[in-house]
């Protein structure tokens, strides 16, 4: 004897209604809510550190200039004399620590030029401690040391030609994101010889 199932009779007993179907769906929604719990405790718990470091260059005379110029730095005579900046930044939550530097290797910066002296170094926020900084020829060395979280630090040098840019690093467990930006077509953007 065969038994058929009116509309009515099946509209009454939903299929949301069933006990199984609310088993079957709970599963993957308990997996996916479990996994996205897991993945926030590791990441309040290890959040990721990056660095990025951005570099840009501005010459300090731009174009042909009639008669003789004489460009010099402390006794050293400059052809071609360009501003460039360094800007390292920390915009994760975490400090990049001294020992992140493997084997206390520094961060560096080589510009392949004749010339390279560094003139200023800033630090935002204000009260924010840079790495220590030094020069060996034409390469920038930055640290070992601490950079915190939020951290930026600026540094300004004086190069003679323009610059090509080389980074090494031997940051661990760091991301670490290196830019260059070109210099600016405006000519009012020209960093002045003399500042008033």
């Known amino acids: 004897m065969y038994h058929f199932l009116s509309a009515q009779a099946v509209a009454s007993g939903a299929f949301y209604a069933t006990e199984t179907f609310w088993t079957a769906v709970g599963v993957p929604v308990a997996a996916v ?16 550190r990056r660095l990025i470091c951005t570099v840009s260059h501005t010459p300090l005379v731009r174009g ?16 071609d004399p360009h501003l460039v900046t ?16 493997d084997r206390g290797e520094p961060f560096r910066v080589r510009f392949a ?9 800033e630090s ?3 009260d924010a401690q840079a790495p220590p900084t030094r020069m060996r020829g034409t ?3 930055i640290g070992p040391g601490r950079l ?24 661990l467990d760091v991301r670490v994101q290196c830019t260059t930006a070109p210099p600016p077509r405006d000519p009012s953007r020209t960093v002045p010889l003399v500042r008033p």
């Open 124 to 126: 935002l926020p204000d």
């Open 148 to 171: 915190g979280a939020g951290t930026t630090v600026t540094y300004d040098l004086l190069v003679d030609t323009a610059p090509t840019y080389d980074f090494r690093h031997s940051l």
């Open 113 to 121: 030029v004749p010339y390279a002296e560094l003139l200023r170094t």
């Open 33 to 48: 809510l479990g996994s996205g719990t897991i993945w926030a405790a590791f990441r309040v718990a290890h959040p990721r």
């Open 139 to 141: 390469e920038l060395h």
């Open 64 to 79: 042909a200039i009639g008669g003789s110029l004489e460009i010099s730095r402390n006794g050293t005579p400059l052809t």
């Open 86 to 101: 360094v800007v390292l930044a920390n915009p994760g939550r975490r400090d990049i620590a001294s020992s992140a530097f």
